[in-house]
């Protein structure tokens, strides 16, 4: 990643390869704690989504991998609502307008957490960091982090089954 930065292109963010992280249940962290403002300005925290499988992408606006990944997240939340599974984006650049255009000019229908100051990523440091742009981290019932998707998700059949393997696993 730091080769990214070092070689000057100006593109505003350090890309993941998309490389796929998982945990398994015995070797993961903490809970993960977070609390912040949705871009519609109601508050929001890891509490809100006590025992559910919560997907969590960070992204902004004019990172081009978000674009594209964007209907796959919409799609994948699509799939899940019913079975309780909650998405957050944590928009870690834009102001709560910037983001409202966002969701509505690619559909997506899940909040986002306005984490400008990076409050929100920092509750992510200790467990499994967003070291790219975008980065999709699944977290258990429990609001561990289980899995990490550096970079865009490529697959959407991937995050499916990462959540569909939390999905099955016993409270």
Known sequence: MSEQYRAGSNKGYIAGDGSISEIPPGERGEPVSFSGISDTGEPVSSADYAESVLVVNFWYAACAPCRVEAP??????????????????????????????????????????????????????GEMAANAVPTTLVLDRDGRVAARILGRVMDVSILNALIDGLLEEKK
Request: charged share 25%; net charge negative.
């Open 72 to 125: 796959d997240l919409e799609e994948s939340y699509q799939a899940h609502r019913d079975d309780g599974v909650h998405f957050l984006g944590v928009n870690i650049r834009d102001q709560a307008a910037t983001a409202r255009e966002f969701a509505e000019s690619y559909g997506v229908t899940y909040p986002s957490i306005a984490d400008t100051e990076g409050s929100v990523k920092l509750s992510f440091a």
